[in-house]
Each structure stands twice: as C-alpha cells, then as structure tokens.
C-alpha cells in the first residue's frame, strides 16, 4: 500500500496541477469563474483544454468524456477518442479543444425527460462544470478524462441532478450572503454548502449472488426466509473487520484516494454484511460528484475480488437497510461555518437566526424533504424500525433545545447548558469533557453539533435532490428573515423579535424523542406533522403550489422541470415494480415451484417405497411434511396466478400516477402475498435441492 500522501488525487485534474500548468493569466482567470461564478471566455478554454489533455495523455488516456447525471438514477458518459481528422498524409493528432472541453451533444433522446422534449427535438446538452475537478480514471488498458458536467435541453431545461443543484448553491449563497453582512460581516465573498455523505452498503459474495436471479435483476432479494441468526446480537456493528473485507476496503480507499475523495472512516454496520463508508465533506456539488465515484468505486472493486456491493435500501427483509446520511452545513470562504453554535450559543445572535431560520423552513417545506428522499427502494426501510421514520422532524440536543425554550417562554435566553465532565470512575482513563448534547440516531433530521445530518435519504440515490430542496429552503427562509430585517430600524430588536417569533411557530418540529416509536407517530399527528409513508404519496409535493413557488422564486426549477420529474418519478416507480413483479413471476414459476414439486415427488416416493420394503414402518413424517408442501404449493400457484393477473392489468392502465398508485396498491400487495408460502417452502424443502443461496449463506459466508 502505497502512502496516502503521495497518491491522493494523482488522477485529479485539481488546483495544484491547473497552477503548475496553466498560464498564470488563464489560471488566475479559471479560479475566479470557480471562486466567484465569473464567465469563462472561449479563448482561455482552448489553453486549459490543451493542458488538460496532454495532462490526461501522460496519465495513458486516449479518450474523454462528459460525465453527467441525468434522471435515470446512473451516471451517464460517452467517450471520444482525442482525435483530429486524417490529414492529407493519413496521420491524425490528438486533439481537444476548448469547445469540446465546455459544451457536449449527447444524443439525447434516450434520456427521461418527462415530456420536457419530444423526441423530435432530441439536442440535448453537456455542460463543463469547473467547479468539480475532472480526473481520470484507469481501467485495464488504458485511461479516460472525465469531465464533471451538467445537462441541458435546447432550452436550457434541467434534465438532470447536477444543473439544479447548482442552481440552488447561488441560491443559498445570495441569501446566505445577505444575512450575514447583516450582522457586520464584511469580508466573506461567497457561502457554500458542504455535504458529507455517510454511504451504507452491503458486500456479499459474487458466486452466490449470480445464483440469485432477483439480486441481479431488481438488487434485492424477493424471496428469502430469516436465517437462525440475524442481527439479534449486536455483534456485527463495529465488529472486527474481516479480512476479505478489510482487503477490499483497503482497494477501495486506494481508489477513491486516487480520485481525490479523501475516503475517512469505514466500519461494520448493524446488518450482518453490511458496511459504512464516509469521506471528508466537501462543496455540495463535489460531494454528490464524489458520492457517484464512491458508489461506482464500491462496486467495481468489489468485482475484483469476486464480491458483489448491493446498494439498494432493502436488499434483505428482516435486517436493517442502508442509507445514506447527508451532513450539511453553510460555510464562508473563509472558513466560519454557519452552523457552528459556539460555546455559548444563547449569545451567538447570528447562529440563532440561522438557526431558526431552518427550523421554519423544514417545518413548511417537510413534505417537500421528504420527497427528495423518496424512492422505491426506501419505501422498504423509512419507518421500518431501523431508519428514520417517514415523518420528519428536528433534533436539537438538550443544549439547543434549552435555549430555544429560554427564549420561547421568556423572550431571552440568557445561559446555555454546558458538557460536564465524562466521569468513568477510573483512574487511568482519561477525563474530557463531554460534548453538551448527546446523540439521537432516530431522527431523520438531526443537529450533529455544527451541521445537520439529513439521514432518510436512500443509498442508491444521488445526494442532488435532498441538497436542492435543503440549499433551496434555506434560501427562502433567509430571504424572508433578511426582507424583514434590512428593513428594521432597530436591528437588534428586529432579530431578537425574529427569532423568538420563528422559535415559537415552528417548534413543533422539534422532536428530541425516539423517533422510531408508535407514541412517536401519534405525536406527530397531533402536531400536524405530515406522515408520507410512500413514494407514490409523497410524488405529488413536487408540484404543489408551495414547492412551485419556493423553486421558481429562487430559479432553481421552473414549474415545467418539476413537471417533468414528476412524471419521471411515476414512470420509474411504476418500471421498477413491474421488474419486481416479472422477476417474481419468473423465479416463481421457473425455479421454485418445480423444485417444490420434485421435492413432493421424492416424498411420496419415500413413503410408497418404505411401505414396500416394509409394510408396518411408520410413514406419517413423510406424509405429514407432503401434505403442508401441497397445501404451500397451492397457496404458491394462487399467489402467482394473482400476481400475474394484475401485473397485467398494471400494463393497461394509463401512465403516470394512476398507473404508479396502481402498482403500489395492487401488484406490491400481490408479491408480498406470494412471497409469504415461497418463504415457508424454503423452510421445509430440502437445502441441497433450493434453487438459489438463502440468507444464511449470502449474509454470513463471505
Ligand atoms: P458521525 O456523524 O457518524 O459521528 P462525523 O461527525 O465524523 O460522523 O461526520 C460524518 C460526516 O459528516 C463526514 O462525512 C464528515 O466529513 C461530515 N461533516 C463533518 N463536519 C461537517 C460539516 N461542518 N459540514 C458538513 N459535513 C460535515
Ligand atoms: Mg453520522
């Protein structure tokens, strides 16, 4: 293993290569458009081109790509080669210029769009986003550049995560901006979001996982009994990590060291194979860049070592899913981050506004949150006793919580609670001091000392849309609390009075309790707090009159692309369930229901042979066990027929969300209700003759 130092970013195009590099006019230029969102001319992108490419060329690449983000759910990338036309000798040059560095034209068509393009009007367009280094990426035999960027239509329209998450990083900077030259800060030219995405994932082996026909199809298991030992015990969370996987991790931090992402902390989750990886914060947009690398850098190692990485949110029923916590917070370029309360909170005025600020904005915009997490396969896990409940609320921690009640009941806070000393009673352990709040992991939306750590969002999901809505609805709150107060003539009532009225209306978002119990749920309903408890519930808040508002306000999206990922969003439910289903059916019909039956066969050929070779011997386990197989067998096929009828049926309804609702209500039901005899029969057939690894052995035998 090489040294951490030596290798980390040596495949990153980034700010030491572009100063070592670039003409010091072209890099002074570059750093103000990535700095300060200044135009970058035409001229100044031929240079970095050119030292782009002969920087990528001795690195052993001899194509790039625009890599992008679009509404599929995947990275997308086309690779052209660095190569002019023919000359008259018939020898070629390795080209890339300026042009093809800033602008792409995919073919576009192919992509959801959600009716924002016909198909006739397929240009759509890549767009170089300086401010995500590229980097090159090694593969067996070469090398490619990739360029992060973003992608447009003809018109503009975002067709993908990366534009409006852009978009909402000017936002929240303008307004950011505004409230805190409000309180003197004269200095601070920018403030930007910066996302620490927690990736939970789980690693099985790859020989088993080939075996089992809905990993492969749907990456999660669709049949399966619990095994004999699940997660009862604790003892996996934090374990001692085994070698195979200690081995890969170490592959996979190489990687993503390599690709600049400065991959921190790995450790065993509360799953039997399930693992956690999480990379030092980074600016919002280079983060959700680097969540793609750290997915994609997952799953090819894990290739390598004949492992294969599930990241869906319930790959196994029965044990904890995986998702990914978003830590978010608001930092100045010079360095004050927002978010950080200071020892003494009650006095820090302008952390308090902030504050409260996004208390008001989670409380109104929650069934919005909520949505940006919101995909098939976490369906499965938000409130399934493990993850955050689909309610969202706030948690503060003792300490804030006091000084917001301080200035709720009184209008002032005067103190703030302190850490005590961590006692442990002996000697030679060290005494500190403990922080003054304690952690709460059952809150979906939680204060983690200085940041916010939005934990329901999915672990196959890009981080772009929660960081949307969350820079979006920061801004708004920011805006509304800066209309008031530029406005005020006694500034220090004005904010005083601001805080206070913003405490008190939306403190019923905060909720310092266990978030994962039923009083919890019918707290919450009292409060009037909404509960989306699905995708296809919680779909429609895209375009509510509220959400419209709040992103057209902000030019983040207009009403047209929120439109236009609705109706994305319905389809893309609707197709997963469908692939659900018709893996169901086909597993069903072709792996399990004959092996079932094969299995009743070597029964009732056990007891008319024992009965043969011996008249009086006792045959009642044999027919016992055959007449609860044929009983399951039955249920089995009357479960299959139903899924079959209305997986069909789902085909004729009319797109979008009636079809959407039709899948969840009827095809989702009708999979659990066939799932139920399958599990039963893995319990009695015979082992050898299964079909397909159980849990036991895809959990446990890595
Ligand atoms: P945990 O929440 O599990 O205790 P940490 O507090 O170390 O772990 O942080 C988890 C993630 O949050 C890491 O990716 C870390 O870089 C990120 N993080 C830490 N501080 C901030 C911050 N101010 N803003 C955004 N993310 C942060
Ligand atoms: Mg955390």
């Known amino acids: 293993m090489q040294n951490i130092m030596e290798i980390f970013g040596e495949n990153v195009f980034n700010d030491s290569v572009m100063q070592e590099r670039l003409p010091k006019k072209v890099y002074s230029q570059l750093k103000k458009t990535i700095q300060e969102g200044k135009e970058l001319d035409a001229a100044m992108a031929d240079v970095i081109a050119h030292e782009m490419k002969e920087w990528a060329i001795e690195k052993g690449a001899t194509h790039y790509s625009h890599w992008f983000q ?33 602008k792409g034209e995919p073919d576009a068509s192919s992509f959801p769009s959600g009716g924002l393009r016909a198909t006739f009007e397929a240009r759509g367009y890549t767009a170089w986003d300086c401010t995500s280094p590229a980097f090159v990426k090694k593969d067996k035999k070469g090398a490619t550049l990739y360029i992060p960027t973003a992608f447009c239509s003809y018109k503009g329209e975002a067709l993908d995560q990366k534009t409006p998450l852009l978009r909402s990083m000017e936002a929240v900077n303008k307004q950011a901006l505004r409230l805190i030259r409000l309180f003197g800060n004269t200095t601070s030219t920018r403030v930007t979001p910066s996302v620490g995405a927690e990736q939970e994932y789980f690693i099985i082996d790859r020989d088993k996982y080939l075996k089992r026909k809905d990993l492969i199809f749907t990456g999660r298991t669709l049949f399966g ?207 500190f001091t403990k922080d003054a709040t304690d952690r709460n ?42 209309d008031e107060l530029e406005k005020a003539e006694n500034f220090h009532e004005a904010v005083h009075d601001l805080i206070k009225k913003y405490a008190s209306e939306h403190y019923r978002i905060v909720f310092n309790g266990n978030g994962y119990s039923e009083e919890w749920v019918e707290e919450a309903r009292r409060r009037g707090l909404p509960n989306i408890s699905s995708m296809v519930e919680a779909i429609p808040y895209l375009t509510s009159e509220e959400t419209v508002a709040l992103f057209e306000k902000f030019h983040v999206m207009t009403k047209a692309e929120l439109e236009s990922r609705q109706e994305i969003k319905y389809e893309s439910y609707a197709k997963a369930i469908n692939i659900e289903a018709r893996a169901m059916i086909d597993i069903a019909s072709k ?11 070597s029964l009732a050929r056990s007891v008319n042979e024992v009965k043969t070779a011996c008249g009086a011997a006792d045959t009642s386990v044999q027919e016992e066990m055959l007449v609860e197989l044929s009983g399951l067998l ?54 050898d003759m299964w079909p397909m690894p159980s849990y036991g052995d895809l959990l446990f035998e890595v």
């Not at 990338?77 to 093809?100: C, I, Q, R, T, Y």
């Not at 196959?460 to 969350?470: E, F, G, H, K, Y």
């Not at 899924?643 to 209500?665: M, S």
């Open 70 to 102: 679009p509404l599929t759910g995947a990275t997308a990338e086309k690779h052209d080669a660095f190569l002019s036309a023919p000359k008259e000798n018939g020898k070629v040059l390795m080209e890339f210029s300026g042009k093809e560095l800033i």
């Open 225 to 431: 009994a619990m095994p004999p030992k699940g997660q009862e015990l604790d003892d996996h969370y934090f374990g001692v990590i085994r070698e195979r996987i200690m081995d890969f991790m170490r592959d996979v931090n190489e990687e993503l060291w390599k690709l600049g992402v400065s991959a921190k902390t790995q450790h065993n989750e509360v799953a039997p194979g399930q693992h956690e990886l999480a990379p030092i914060y980074a600016q919002c947009n280079v983060a959700a860049d680097h969540n793609q690398l750290v997915m994609e850098t997952l799953k090819s190692v894990a290739y390598k070592h004949n492992l294969q990485c599930l990241l869906h949110e319930k790959p196994f029923a029965g044990v904890n899913g995986s998702g990914k916590h978003n830590n978010w917070s608001l930092t100045t370029d010079d360095g004050i981050n927002l978010l950080d309360p200071g020892k003494t909170p009650h006095e820090n005025v302008q952390f308090l506004l902030v504050l409260t600020c996004i208390l008001k904005a989670v409380d109104r915009h929650a069934a919005l949150l909520r949505e940006s997490a919101a995909d098939v396969g976490n369906d499965h896990r938000l409130g399934a006793n493990e993850a955050p409940p689909a309610i969202i609320s706030v948690y503060l921690g003792e300490q804030l919580e006091d000084v917001l009640r301080q200035l709720i009941s009184t209008g002032e806070a005067t103190h703030s609670m302190h850490g005590e000393k961590l006692r442990t009673g002996v000697k030679t352990l060290p005494d």
């Open 441 to 482: 992991r059952t809150s979906p939306f939680a204060f983690t000392g200085n940041k916010f750590e939005f934990r329901m969002v999915g672990s196959r999901d890009s981080i772009a849309s929660p960081n949307v809505v969350l820079n979006t609805i920061a801004a708004e709150a920011f805006c509304e609390a800066c």
């Open 591 to 601: 792996q399990i229901l004959p092996v079932a039956i094969q299995y009743a066969t």
């Open 634 to 687: 039955k249920d089995t096929k009357e479960a299959l027929k139903r899924l079959k009828q209305v997986t069909e049926e789902a085909a004729c309804r009319p797109q979008g969300r009636e079809r959407a609702v039709y899948f969840k209500t009827e095809v989702d039901t009708a999979m659990e209700q066939l799932r139920r005899p399958v599990d039963r029969l893995e319990m009695i057939v015979d082992k």
